[in-house]
């Protein structure tokens, strides 16, 4: 699947809706659904379609508790993440990701961290050059505490590092990635592109009872062709 532009909003379903889910479905997966930003024909020519304020827009939808926007940031081939700048700790064969995220995404994530805390809207709004770890990560690069105020460079920039994640309840490929803002990676790398777009994961769950009469969702019904809305089945 080529690129990436996520929506997660995470929701609870009620017991007696969730009881009427098939059984192959656990309680997480029930509570999820996916928005691809795809492009539609022109994905070469069409932007990034969810906006800045996409966390706040999907987490006015009735039921959702969280959301958040992400990609894989598509690095070039001399740019890897390492403790320096000039000794990089990447197997050429096993490279880290990185994840530009919005601050929707780790709390959509459901994260327990060993150390510091996750960015939020201030870095993000600011294009802070911070980063959260996963706990394989941090113990790949030789970071086991935040009290010196570590930093983690990918290429030749630096991003100090303020978490450490060392359990999620969503996206455990978080524990294996760097992650950092959106609008950071938009100013260094550049927005997603056609190459680096994915899936876009939306969570919604109804609190109390469910959204009647209202049918599914739509996503970008002026452009179905841009965005693709798929229940969790």
């Not at 030749?156 to 999620?168: C, E, Q, S």
């Not at 009872?209 to 996503?219: I, W």
Request: charge should be positive.
């Amino acid at each position: 699947m080529l690129g990436v532009g996520a929506f997660i909003a995470v929701l609870g379903l009620t017991s007696t809706t969730a009881s009427q889910n098939d059984a192959r479905f656990n309680k997480l997966t029930a509570t999820q659904v996916t928005v691809k930003d795809s492009g539609g024909g022109d994905a070469a020519e069409v932007p990034l379609a969810f906006p800045q304020d996409a966390d706040a827009r999907i987490g006015r939808l009735n039921g959702v508790t969280a959301a958040g926007v992400y990609w894989k940031v598509r690095l070039s081939a001399d740019q890897t993440v390492g403790s320096t700048p000039l000794t990089q700790s990447d197997d050429p064969h096993v490279r880290t990701d990185v994840i530009a995220a919005s601050p929707g995404l780790l709390d959509s994530a459901g994260p327990h961290l060993a150390q510091g805390r996750v960015f939020d809207s201030y870095h993000d709004s600011k294009r802070r050059q911070v980063a959260v770890l996963g706990s394989a990560i941090a113990v790949r690069l030789g970071i086991t505490t935040l009290d010196t105020q570590p930093a983690v460079f990918i290429g030749n920039t630096p991003f100090t590092v303020i978490g450490i994640l060392d359990d999620v309840v969503r996206k455990p490929e978080l524990l294996l990635s760097v992650v950092v803002p959106r609008t950071t990676a938009e100013h260094i790398w550049g927005p997603a592109q056609r190459r680096s777009r994915r899936d876009a994961r939306l969570h919604p769950a109804r609190r109390g009872t469910p959204n009647r009469g209202r049918g599914r969702p739509r996503a970008a019904p002026r452009a179905p062709g841009v965005l693709q809305c798929d229940p969790a089945s």
